[in-house]
């Protein structure tokens, strides 16, 4: 029997922002924050009216639900759900678990220092090429520094590479649950859960069967069918958008250079010729002096020989070898 998967959000929230599976909710952020579930005693889901006081916008109007937040003795979890990881997809993210720690100061009077820290888990179903299947978000400033805080814990979840892991024999509690977000059918459902991903015995095909069918037949599902499409296609678009920019710039540099070559070779060519003919300008001015030199030095040799002026004498005079000299007598 196919099902609606779990990596949808509205599944997600179906089965564990849900206070009658309360102790589901306790196994997954035992999971997924690595807290030992008797620590989890007082765990406590907040619903959309307690949220209010958490969101941006208090307009009198029912707030937007969050996948998950829950409250453990003050300290606050939120686990998100996203088909895919942007710029746009970690902002809103960063919006939400933002606001969830500013508003606690407003509960907590003023006082900065006895604020609790707040923790979230991004489960994102596409690849994220980070190598691991949890790791923590790198938050930067302006010049690209990592920004570290005690007080926001941010982590994504690499569900596809969970998945990889899945089918290569690889089992753990993390691995199995990637797995499990991505099934399309209850066997495929119940093959997964028998790697003891839950214990809880609540959670079954019947509960799948039960959630997944309330889903498909709610306006409220169709609504978010309509909105995760249109995202996708958004994100295509900016992906897209990134990629033409990319090939375009490869692209331009090619062109770029083949022009550069074109043009530096006919410059080239160009100032080769007028340094070439400078130079040879220049030499022949040089031989032309040199040749003129010679030809008024012979000149005068032959003037004394005609006016009988001894060898040696003109020689000297002249510089012309006496073996040249005698030539013309």
């Known amino acids: 029997m196919n099902i609606i998967p779990l990596k949808y959000d509205y599944i997600f929230t179906g089965i564990f922002n849900n206070p009658d599976n309360i102790e589901l909710t306790k196994e997954l952020i035992s999971l997924l924050f690595e807290i030992d579930k008797d620590k989890l005693v007082n765990l406590k889901i907040l619903s959309r009216e307690e949220l209010r006081e958490f969101s941006s916008k208090d307009n009198g109007k029912r707030p937007k639900q969050r996948d998950l937040v829950v409250d453990v003795d003050g300290i606050k979890y939120n686990v998100e759900v996203d088909s895919s990881y942007s710029k746009g997809v970690m ?12 508003r606690q100061e407003k509960m907590k009077g003023g006082n900065y220092v006895s604020i609790p820290p707040v923790n979230q888990m991004n489960i994102m179903i596409s690849n994220l090429h980070q190598g691991k299947i949890k790791d923590r978000y790198p938050r930067q400033n302006d010049e690209g520094r990592v920004i570290d805080s005690q007080a926001m814990h941010i982590y994504l979840l690499d569900v596809e590479f969970g998945k990889n892991l899945w089918y290569t024999g690889c089992t753990d509690k993390m691995i199995n649950f990637c797995q499990l977000l991505m099934a399309e059918s209850i ?110 030095k012979e000149e005068i040799a032959k003037n004394l020989i005609r006016a009988n002026v001894a060898k040696d004498i003109i020689a000297k005079t002249t510089g012309i070898p006496l073996s040249r000299l005698s030539a013309w007598y």
């Not at 993210?93 to 500013?102: K, M």
């Open 91 to 102: 902002n809103k993210n960063t919006h939400y678990i933002s606001y969830l720690y500013a």
């Open 187 to 296: 066997e495929e459902a119940k093959e997964i859960m028998k790697g003891g991903v839950f214990s809880s015995m609540e959670f079954d095909h019947e509960l799948l069967e039960k959630v997944a069918d309330a889903t498909m037949h709610s306006e409220e599902w169709a609504l978010e069918e309509e909105m995760y499409q249109n995202t996708l296609k958004v994100e295509a678009r900016l992906q897209g958008l990134e990629e033409g920019r990319a090939a375009g710039r490869v692209e331009g540099l090619a062109e770029g250079r083949a022009e550069g070559l074109t043009e530096g070779r006919a410059e080239g060519r160009a100032e080769g010729r007028a340094e070439g003919r400078a130079e040879g300008r220049a030499e022949g001015r040089a031989e032309g002096v040199k040749q003129g030199k010679l030809q008024s």
